[in-house]
Nanobody, 124 residues
Framework: QVQLVESGGGLVQAGGSLRLSCAAS????????MGWFRQAPGKEREFVAA????????YYADSAKGRFTISRDNPKNTVYLQMNSLKPEDTAVYYC?????????????????WGQGTQVTVSS
């Protein structure tokens, strides 16, 4: 099992940047594919980005491409989401998720482990 704790959310103006962090417990972090999802009020949870456990290959939703960067630091048991050029439509609760030694999945159902979420609010 792995426990996940997100941080780094906050209020930012449109065009600004935030870096989210997700700290994982345990000694096998490098064996988890890690994902970021978000959920805005009244909307379904959606995939944002993910990074594989084996090669560290990143994957992005179309809404994140060119603006967000996912990365991982295995010795620190942490995955990051650097978000630039933020837009009001990026406002949501952002969740970190993990799946054991699996390819990237873009549906939340494929991730058994979740953090509690961190709020990101982008003002216009």
């Amino acid at each position: 099992q792995v426990q996940l704790v997100e941080s780094g959310g906050g209020l930012v103006q449109a065009g600004g940047s935030l870096r989210l962090s997700c700290a994982a417990s345990g000694r096998t972090f490098s064996s988890y594919t890690m994902g970021w999802f978000r959920q805005a009020p009244g909307k379904e949870r959606e995939f944002v980005a993910a990074i594989t456990w084996s090669s560290g290959t990143p994957y992005y939703a179309d809404s994140a491409k060119g603006r967000f960067t996912i990365s991982r630091d295995n010795p620190k048991n942490t995955v990051y989401l650097q978000m630039n050029s933020l837009k009001p439509e990026d406002t949501a609760v952002y969740y970190c998720a993990a799946r054991w030694r699996s390819a990237v999945g873009e549906t939340g159902a494929g991730y058994p482990y979740w953090g509690q979420g961190t709020q990101v609010t982008v003002s216009s």
